[in-house]
């Protein structure tokens, strides 16, 4: 990852999908383009215009937190970018401190034992979307993912490179933005994580979809929401999700799936749990 690059990137990005309008500036002639202006950036910053100028060429170095504030409202960014803008800043400044977290590939034999008495659908990820770790019910429901030529079963490495994603995923293009955009949210966190390098390098050469995605810079946090999937064995359902760090092992997180009660989508899971429970033992 080039810190520097990327920021200079991402604010060029930002300021591209705010127009005038949206800044409440007027709008006089013509408009080559739709966004703001950087010198329209810096007023409403209040920043002068050389500084933005260096800003926007991927020189944050010595940025103050009020700077970056300034910077956010002024291209009315939502949470996830503010928190990806911050971790960009704090990458390229030479003087602060770069807290590098463990590659987390390994679940603790206790977790193991905790996901496994979860009676719905259960799945450990790392930030990189790694899948470590998963109960009976939650490697049936993810069977395509597990079972992927495309090893170490990975979030992105099946989404992009694995055509059986698209069935997988009726929304497949909803999934695969959302989830380039939370890979970038975790690029911006922890810029020096070569895993995530060689995943990125991989699917940025493998996948004109992946590709694209990334250069778009768009970011999200994924911790909620619903997920419709097209299971191989069951048909149709879906679930809500929630995931939830693991406070004694950060990088980690527990993903948990749902139906609601009496529909389609739980009779269906109910289905695929018996399944699973009767093909386990072999």
Partial sequence: MDAARDISQFLTSRRAKVTPEQAGLPVFGTRRVPGLRREEVASLAGLSVEYYKRLERGNASGASEQVLEALSRALQL??????????????????????????????????????????????????????????????????????????????????????????????????????????????????????????????????????????????????????RIHHPLVGELTLNYESTELSADPGLNLNIFVAEPGSPSQQALDILASWSATVAPT
Avoid: M
């Fill in 78 to 227: 939502d949470d996830a970018e503010r928190a990806h803008l911050f971790d960009l800043a704090r990458a390229v400044n030479p003087i602060a401190t770069r807290p590098r977290r463990a590659s987390q590939r390994r679940v603790r034999p206790v977790v193991e034992q905790i996901v496994g008495q979860i009676a719905a659908p259960a799945i450990v990820r790392n930030a990189r979307g790694d899948y470590l770790c998963a109960n009976e019910l939650g490697r049936a429901l993810y069977a395509p993912l597990f079972d992927s030529r495309e090893q170490p079963a990975n979030s992105a490495r099946f989404t992009f490179l694995d055509p059986a994603a698209r069935d997988f995923y009726p929304d497949w293009e909803r999934v695969s933005t959302d989830l380039v955009a939370s890979l970038r949210s975790e690029a911006g966190r922890d810029p020096y994580d070569r895993e995530l390098s060689d995943l990125v390098g991989e699917l940025s050469t493998r996948s004109d979809e992946f590709r694209v995605r990334w250069a778009a810079h768009n970011v999200r946090f994924h911790h909620t929401g619903v997920k």
